[in-house]
């Protein structure tokens, strides 16, 4: 199993930029597909990114597509989101997930296994 952590969420003003992290322990991070997702009040939880374990393969959902990268490092146990001019509709809790189909970057909440428990970001008008 492995254990997630996210941090770096917070409230920033409409246009500004973020950096989330998910820290990894408990198991072999670098075999894990990685993904993030997020949920805004009222509404499902929706895929952001993802990456695969080798960090050769990404994918983005089309609403942060331009606006977001997904990296990762294996020797930190880390995955990062950098989210740059960030917009109010990009509110939401947001959760890093692991999949041990580690070739597979999946969309799908039951692609991923294993989760953190989120961290808030807040963007302003």
């Known amino acids: 199993q492995v254990q997630l952590l996210e941090s770096g969420g917070g409230l920033v003003q409409a246009g500004d930029s973020l950096r989330l992290s998910c820290a990894a322990s408990?198991?072999?991070?670098?075999?894990?597909?990685m993904g993030w997702f997020r949920q805004a009040p009222g509404l499902e939880r929706e895929f952001v990114a993802g990456?695969?374990?080798?960090?050769?393969?990404?994918r983005y959902a089309d609403s942060v597509k331009g606006r977001c990268t997904i990296s990762r490092d294996n020797a930190k146990n880390t995955v990062y989101l950098q989210m740059n001019s960030l917009k109010p509709e990009d509110t939401a809790v947001y959760y890093c997930a692991a999949d041990p189909r580690g070739w597979n970057v999946g969309s799908r909440i039951g692609d991923y296994g294993f989760w953190g428990q989120g961290t808030q970001v807040t963007v302003s008008s």
């Open positions: 990456i695969s374990r080798g960090g050769g393969g990404t």
């Open positions: 408990g198991s072999t991070f670098s075999s894990y597909a």
